[in-house]
């Protein structure tokens, strides 16, 4: 990939798990890194510094998803430092569990907030500069709860189904600008703590999966670098899916 080398990538929420891995992905074929979290943190810090010291451009900013000012700060920001936004990984989100009848309108809000109004404002936000540029790639971090949602998630499928029909309709419209907009779909990601966070859930998608295995960040990272490439360039308005083939399983 290494016609990534140089080109400018944001990962929003990129101090969890997920974000970290797909970081460490764009890292690893030379992109200059955009580590985004909500407030000023160590471990935004310590990770900045770790690229910066294996010779990553790296720049950690600050601001609430949510809040259309905060991340037209954030892309003044990127553009100050690097010229330009080449790629957007909108992947910050929350994931609580609440059973539907116990759901109150502000956890549900919440949810949506963050997961889909979130991805329309920082989406929003690079839209000036990668139509200045002439292009460039958007990338939502959906998940397989768009179609196969699991209890306790009602806030968190709907919005993920959202995120994945806002790819589908920013990608109808910011075509004709050269700008891509796909999705990813994760399945189950083991960060490292799933044997002792969730031993019970990571058991049954083990006993399911085809591929027999949980999803690393790296392999969602992996997927994202792939749509962000020039071997993706006629790819745009896809979802795709990675999720060791489990959404083949019947339900019957």
Not at 93 to 101: H, K, T
């Amino acid at each position: 990939m290494s016609e990534l080398a140089g080109r400018t990538v944001i990962i929003t929420g990129a101090t969890g798990g997920l974000g970290q891995g797909i970081v460490r992905c764009f890292a690893a074929v030379g992109a200059n890194v955009v580590i985004h979290s909500l407030s000023p943190e160590a471990a935004a810090d310590a990770l900045t510094a770790q690229l910066s010291a294996a010779g990553t451009p790296a720049l950690a900013v600050t601001g609430d998803i949510t809040d259309a000012a905060a991340m037209a700060r954030v892309a003044e920001a990127v553009l100050a430092r690097f010229g330009a936004i080449d790629v957007l990984v909108n992947n910050a989100g929350i994931q609580p569990v609440q059973e539907l009848a116990a759901m109150t309108q502000p956890e549900f809000d919440a949810v949506v907030a963050v997961n889909l109004t979130g991805t329309f404002t920082v989406t929003q936000a690079v839209l000036g500069a990668m139509r200045r540029a002439g292009g460039g790639s958007i990338i939502h971090i959906a998940s397989i709860e768009a179609s196969l949602p699991a209890v306790g998630h009602a806030h968190y499928a709907a919005a993920k189904a959202g995120v994945k029909m806002h790819a589908r309709a920013a990608a109808l419209e910011l075509g004709r600008y050269g700008i891509r907009v796909n999705s990813v779909s994760p399945g189950l990601v083991d960060r490292g703590d799933l044997a002792e966070t969730w031993p019970a859930g990571r058991a049954q998608w083990l006993a399911a999966v085809p591929l027999g295995r949980t999803a690393s960040p790296e392999d969602i990272g992996h997927a994202c670098v792939f749509l962000a490439s020039d071997r993706a360039s006629f790819i745009s308005g896809h979802d795709l899916v990675v999720d060791g083939a489990m959404s083949t399983r019947p339900a019957w």
